[in-house]
């Protein structure tokens, strides 16, 4: 039986110890292969350009180009990006909300243990599901700018894209939605598409963080 490709991964961070760490970590997974490094932000959006990595740890703060402005940049030059994880010290940070604004499938605590690092990884790379939810409904609650009425985006959803929305805003994954709504996997997959359609959004990360901004979410 052959094998799957391993998971391409790159590290973004300043600090080279924390990179070492990551890559020891990582590379311990026969899934998960570390293919390049970065210091900078700037070095990271050329690391990703040139190995095309399926992740990207991105610390959020770093010299010159912080993970913010190389998420943009990454997301925005790339006709298939990489999904991206933030790794932040502080998990109620404006920085790490505003990189998910940008386009970061989720955030990561610089002090999660390996099998939560691990876990992540796989998690963003098949991108069915929302990474750590409860905490990023907490952050969206936190630093959701208030708007004087909703967007238009929120009156075309459908009721059934509506229920599904909330669901992913719990971090279920497209199965656990089918079964919860009793239709087929297949089903579920076009509301998903049609609710990133409809939100102007990338990813579910990305569409919780617009549904709260939206005050579709606020309240539960």
Excluded: C
């Excluded at 020891?24 to 990703?48: C, K, M, R, Y």
């Amino acid at each position: 039986m052959t094998r799957p490709a391993p998971i391409r991964v790159v590290l973004a961070d300043d600090e080279r110890m924390v990179r070492t760490a990551l890559r020891a970590i990582l590379s311990a997974e026969p899934d998960l292969e570390v293919v390049g490094e970065a210091a900078t932000g700037a070095e990271a959006v050329s690391v990703v350009r040139e190995v095309r990595p399926h992740v990207v740890l991105m610390d959020v703060r770093m010299p010159g180009t912080d993970g913010i402005r190389a998420t943009e940049q990454i997301l925005a030059t790339l006709d298939e990006p990489p999904r991206i994880v933030v790794v932040t010290t502080f998990e109620n940070d404006s920085y790490v909300y505003d990189a998910l604004r940008a386009g970061a499938a989720g955030f990561l605590l610089k002090r999660a243990d390996a099998e939560a690092l691990v876990q992540a990884v796989r998690l963003v790379a098949r991108s069915d599901s929302l990474l750590f939810p409860a905490a990023v409904r907490t952050l969206a609650a936190e630093h959701a700018r208030a708007r004087p009425a909703p967007p238009a985006w929120v009156a075309k959803l459908t009721g059934r894209e509506r229920e599904v929305l909330r669901h992913m805003a719990k971090g279920l994954t497209n199965a656990e939605i089918a079964r919860r709504m009793e239709v087929g996997a297949a089903t579920v997959k076009s509301h998903v598409a049609a609710v990133l359609a409809k939100t102007g959004t990338r990813d579910r990360t990305q569409a919780v963080i617009a549904a709260y901004e939206a005050g579709f979410l606020n309240g539960g």
